[in-house]
């Protein structure tokens, strides 16, 4: 959180299995608690360019992605529960 936006993040219906908050097009926060993805799927909006990483909130790790995504992209994810998947617009 303390990494956000500094006006903090609103509530956002983005999926059915994720908590998400964010600024729309700009910042985006999914957490995937007790679920244990191996990836998600993504569609974004077309043209609009984000830096991704996969948080573990379990063991406190960020892991940032090397590629830009934009439009529908697809992010591995380890399987394990309690991660988040951080997108910032760059």
């Known amino acids: 959180m303390e990494e956000g936006p500094k006006d903090g993040l609103n509530p956002l219906q983005m999926s059915w299995d994720a908590p ?15 679920n244990q993805p191996r990836f998600r799927e993504y569609r974004m909006k077309p043209g609009t360019k984000y ?3 996969v948080i573990d909130t379990w063991i406190m790790t ?9 439009g529908k992209f697809r992010i591995e994810l380890p399987g394990r529960q309690y991660m988040a998947v951080r997108m910032s617009r760059i």
């Open 62 to 70: 960020i892991n940032e992605l090397e590629e830009i995504y934009e």
């Open 20 to 34: 998400t908050a964010g600024i729309p097009d700009e910042y985006y926060l999914f957490y995937y608690g007790f």
């Open 51 to 53: 830096k991704v990483e």
